[in-house]
């Protein structure tokens, strides 16, 4: 499997229509993005049943500024349309399947109930007490 081009103009459906979503931020004149290519590649292979997309962050910058990416390569996981994970640096092949395999082993219930404390009480009031 070769992990798909994320756009600006493809990012909302891709998001949306998958439950997890990893995503590479890189640029090809970066050594590190080069050699975490197909580490990134071969997990993506592994796991057919998730969508494994590349952003070219010179080519999508707005894209890249929207989500404040300062290094490259940088790993994103979307689960739900909530970014679970966020890390800057190249990793190893079993570091990347680890990872990909916690992923689908989290409890969304309770990492959205973490993301939104404010909800717990009831009250579904957005101001902060």
Not at 5 to 32: H, K, Q, R, S, Y
Not at 39 to 52: C, G, M, R, T, W
Not at 99 to 110: A, F, G, H, I
């Amino acid at each position: 499997m070769t992990a798909e081009a994320l756009t600006a103009e493809n990012f909302d459906a891709t998001i949306t229509d998958n439950d997890i979503v990893v995503v590479d931020f890189w640029a090809p004149w970066c050594g590190p993005c080069t050699s975490f290519a197909p580490i990134f590649e071969k997990v993506a292979a592994d796991n057919p049943d998730l969508k494994f997309v590349k952003v070219n962050t010179d080519e999508e910058q707005a894209l890249a500024g929207h989500f404040g990416i300062r290094s490259i390569p940088t790993l994103m996981i979307f689960r739900e349309r909530v970014i679970v994970f966020q890390q800057a640096g190249a990793m190893p092949e079993g570091a990347l399947a680890d990872l990909v395999d916690q992923v689908r082993k989290l409890d969304m219930d309770e990492v959205k109930r973490g993301a939104r404390p404010h909800e717990a009480n009831g009250s579904g009031d957005d101001t902060l007490h």
